[in-house]
């Protein structure tokens, strides 16, 4: 028997005579009556077999494909909604009360020519405000919430302006500068249980931050000639975290100091400047140094400090920028440090102790921030850590428990 070759047409044809219900045997008959040319049962049953199969195949792929395609834009439709609806909400929100927001212009401070003419640098960071840490979980070594916040916020106050008035004399001290390093805010959504451990949702988180920062650096200005405040956002402000679905540079902490900024502008004073910047890196040349602040959740640890990742980071960025950094100031640790000769300083926080660093870390860090003196000329010195709150001391009850607990 000669071979059939078969092409495109007969390939249809057969096709169309199977979607007629026919079977094989009639299939085999009727083409060989159409082409005159005798068929065999097992040539026109293993055409069918792989015709069906590369069919179905195609079909199945461009079905998967359609479905796909159809699953992907709605996801990104319902993304794009929820964002747009997010942005009207805040925008709303924030039109509403910024205007009942009331902070009020202050007299600034004279100049004051002291032997030397150094700045006042204050490293801001990691307040992680409306957080709540409750005692009971924490070995009665953490505990911290709104009003703790408050109190801490006043402290350093204090102690910025006793430093600035002890010193004033020899050092100058005319101009505060403030670096903002992150996680003003505790924000929500950034792990599981995190609704459990914050006072007041992300919205009224940074109303109360904003209001309280605009009102202490209005109180700095009367001691201060001139302040300038720059800041970077941390991870905590990230909303619902990286799976959210939102904008990349959605953060709370950048909403905070964009609120102080619009509140310290409307005072109409000159003298305190906001910058903010939704890069997870700020560059600043101060004299012939340059200084670099960043949060730094970029810096890779694992439950415990990362001085060696500390370094690595720091070389990375230098080959970046093409440029040698001088100072890299970071937060996100909770653990004040200075490393590499100060080249690298760390920030401590307002909390201290957390339910992390207490319970899976084993460490508790007092609540402190960091400050120095800067010359344009000779760079940074006289660093100090401003305490904020003494370390809970222990002690036995009756039962002689020292760590907190219930009896059944």
């Keep these: 028997m ?126 992680h405000a409306y957080s709540k840490i409750d005692p009971e979980s924490t070995q009665g070594l953490g505990s911290y919430n709104f009003k703790i916040f408050e109190q801490r916020l006043n402290c350093l106050i204090e102690k910025i302006i006793l430093f600035k008035e002890e010193d004033k004399e020899s050092q100058g001290l005319n101009r505060l500068v403030i670096h903002g390093l992150g996680d003003y805010v505790e924000g929500e959504g950034i792990f599981p249980s995190q609704a459990h451990n914050i006072e007041a949702a992300g919205t009224d988180q940074v109303v109360g931050v904003a209001e309280q920062l605009a009102s202490i650096f209005l109180t700095l200005l009367k001691y201060f000639t001139e302040i300038e405040i720059a800041s970077v956002s941390g991870n905590h402000s990230k909303v619902g975290g990286k799976h959210a679905g939102l904008h990349e540079n959605f953060s709370l902490d950048y909403l905070v100091f964009y609120i102080v900024g619009i509140l310290l502008r409307n005072t109409g004073m000159k003298n305190i400047k906001v910058f903010v910047t939704q890069s997870p890196m700020l560059l600043s040349k101060r004299g012939k140094f340059l200084f670099l602040s960043e949060h730094g959740d970029a810096i890779k640890n694992y439950f415990s400090i990362p001085w ?13 920028y093409r440029q040698n950094i001088d100072y890299h100031l970071v937060g996100h ?37 960091k400050i120095f003196y800067f010359s344009e000329k000779h760079g940074i010195n006289r660093t100090t850590n401003l305490v904020l709150d003494i370390f809970p001391k222990l002690q036995p009850d009756v039962n002689k428990f020292l760590t907190p607990y219930r009896q059944v």
């Excluded at 395609?69 to 924030?94: A, D, G, M, P, T």
């Excluded at 060696?308 to 970046?320: I, T």
């Design 2 to 127: 000669s071979k059939f070759n078969w092409s495109d047409a007969s390939e249809e044809k057969l096709l169309d005579l199977q979607k007629q219900n026919k079977t094989t045997e009639e299939l085999r008959r009727e083409l060989s009556q159409i082409y005159k040319h005798e068929f065999s049962y097992k040539s026109i049953k293993n055409k069918l077999s792989r015709l069906s199969g590369v069919k179905k195949e195609d079909r199945d792929i461009e079905e998967a494909s359609k479905i796909s395609l159809i699953k992907r834009i709605k996801i990104l439709e319902n993304e794009r909604n929820k964002q747009k609806s997010l942005v009207s909400l805040l925008c709303e929100y924030f039109d509403q009360i910024i205007p009942l927001i009331s902070v009020k212009s202050v007299k600034v401070a004279g100049h004051v020519k002291g032997k030397n003419d150094l700045e006042f640098h204050l490293l801001l960071s990691d307040i």
């Design 308 to 320: 060696y990742g500390m370094e690595r980071r720091h070389m990375k960025l230098n080959d970046l």
């Design 333 to 369: 640790f909770h653990t004040s440090s200075e490393v590499n000769a100060g080249q690298i300083m760390t920030n401590g926080s307002f909390p201290g102790g957390s339910n992390l660093s207490i319970n899976r870390m084993g460490c508790s860090s007092l609540p402190m921030q």
